[in-house]
């Protein structure tokens, strides 16, 4: 049996910071849709509030082309497959992450500002 760590910090306005074993994560929320985005990709969630019905897709950064270990050096690809994975398919880096981190925060921090959350 493995041990784990969870905690989930509540930011107000639909915002959670998530911490586990496997890094950090942020999620923003609002009546019926969730998303979120951590250290295994992102997540979209929507439900029909009151009822316990809901769909949860999760996409993993390698599926996303965004996975850190994938060697695009490996496969023969033309120059402009090289350039699109150059500069928009790049390897994730940690501080992208924070970025996206702070995007979501930003983003429910407005929504709350002109009261559409």
């Known amino acids: 049996m493995g041990l784990n760590f969870r905690k989930s910090i509540n930011l107000g306005g639909g915002l959670r910071l ?3 074993k496997k890094g950090v994560g942020s999620s923003f929320r609002v009546k019926g849709l969730r998303f979120g ?22 996409t993993g950064w390698k599926s996303l082309g965004l996975d850190s270990q994938t060697d695009p050096e490996k496969e023969t690809t033309t120059p402009e497959e090289e ?10 880096s940690r501080s992208d992450i924070v970025w996206g981190i702070v995007g979501i ?7 709350k500002l002109f009261g559409l959350a």
Do not use: D, E, W
């Open 18 to 20: 998530n911490l586990s």
């Open 37 to 58: 985005i951590g250290p295994m990709g992102v997540h979209t969630q929507a439900s029909f509030p009151g009822t316990g019905l809901f769909s949860r897709k999760q």
């Open 83 to 92: 350039a699109f994975r150059k500069y928009v398919l790049r390897p994730v």
């Open 105 to 111: 925060i930003l983003f429910g921090l407005m929504l």
